[in-house]
């Protein structure tokens, strides 16, 4: 049973997908109640692209799929945190593991 959530006025709610063994955030993506549900029947990450305004299951052209563990909601019912384990070479559309491989440093 999905508890009841807070979407925002798009009707989307942000996704933080994170590494179940490691605890890396692999990525940040949105998704809908309709997404949200098709996660939880597949077993697989179902988002929302907001550019392409299509639903699109995580890896299904490149392979990288995400195995789902668990799904969290925080607090105030308007973010999700879901468990993957991430099958194949990463979760970034760039190649890399996790699309969050870049630093701001003060010095540059």
């Not at 798009?10 to 940040?28: F, H, R, T, W, Y």
């Not at 890399?96 to 540059?108: E, L």
Request: charged share 30%.
């Amino acid at each position: 049973m999905i508890p009841e959530l807070k979407y925002d006025e798009k009707g989307l709610i942000p996704a933080i997908i994170q590494d179940v063994n490691s605890n890396e955030v692999l990525m940040m993506a949105y998704m809908s109640k309709t997404s949200l549900e098709r996660t939880i029947e597949s077993g697989k990450t179902c988002f929302w692209s907001r550019s392409r305004q299509k639903y699109w299951v995580k890896g299904e052209t490149s392979g990288n799929i995400q195995i789902v563990k668990e799904i969290l909601y925080d607090c105030d019912e308007d973010t999700l945190l879901i468990k993957v384990e991430q099958a194949g070479s990463g979760a970034c559309h760039t190649g890399n593991r996790t699309c969050f491989y870049r630093k701001i440093q003060k010095d540059g």
